[in-house]
Antibody, heavy 122, light 106 residues
């Protein structure tokens, strides 16, 4: 059974770079043609899409975050990574990684990690 | 950029039918997905591609999509259905979410 587990620092200082990892177990990223996504939910707000990466490395990003975001895949470690630079208080959120239902970018996310809380504070 | 509009809140009496809308320009031409989100939990996909229920989702959940409005319907609403519900589409190579609707079961 596919499982996703986010990890990373729970506290990031303003202007620094947020780095998170999503460990994938139960399946190999390289052996499956799916999209992997990063999403977030700020406290008291709705779901916000950060970006997607295809198993082969192609990416799509939220235009509002594109200049600060890098999503990458490490098939040797079987994980997905997120880097968000120049963070501000507005980037504080629960961050989720997720995988699409099938191989189309139009498909929804079916598998989700449990989320990891990131606070931005000096 | 494409926008999806959802009512902030919907209330339904226990055992009755709840309907939640998701508005967008010609949304009927897109595939709409619906997620249930409870506090402290990951989102759960309840409807995919307008009207398809993933395995494990009760038949009480159904969806439709036409024109400028997609609708999630929950029949015989139960206390456990109380949650935030989000619609989502793929548009211009981006994932777009609605602002979410809080469903209260009275």
């Amino acid at each position: 059974q596919l499982q996703l587990q986010e990890s990373g620092p729970g506290l990031v200082r303003p202007s620094e770079t947020l780095s998170l990892t999503c460990a994938v177990s139960g399946a190999s990223i390289s052996g499956s043609n799916f999209y992997w996504g990063w999403l977030r939910q700020p406290p008291g707000k709705g779901l916000d899409w950060i970006g997607n990466i295809y198993y082969s490395g192609g990416t799509y990003y939220n235009p509002s975050l594109k200049s600060r975001v890098t999503i990458s895949v490490d098939t040797s470690m079987n994980h997905i990574s997120l880097r968000l630079s120049s963070v501000t208080a507005a980037d504080a959120a629960v961050y989720f990684c997720a995988r699409t239902y099938s191989s189309s970018s139009r498909d929804p996310y079916f598998y989700w990690g449990q989320g990891t809380l990131v606070t931005v504070s000096s | 950029s494409y926008e999806l509009t959802q009512p902030l809140s919907v209330s339904v009496a226990l055992g009755q039918t709840a309907r939640m809308s998701c508005g967008g320009n010609t949304i009927g031409t897109k595939n709409v997905h619906w997620y249930q989100k409870k506090p402290g939990q990951a989102p759960v996909l309840v409807i995919s591609r307008d009207s398809n229920r993933p395995s494990g989702i009760p038949e009480r959940f159904s969806g439709s999509n036409s024109g400028n409005t997609a609708t999630l319907t929950i029949s015989s609403a139960q206390a456990g259905d109380e949650a935030d519900y989000y619609c989502q589409v793929w548009d211009s190579s981006t994932v777009v979410f609605g602002g979410g609707t809080k469903l209260t079961v009275l």
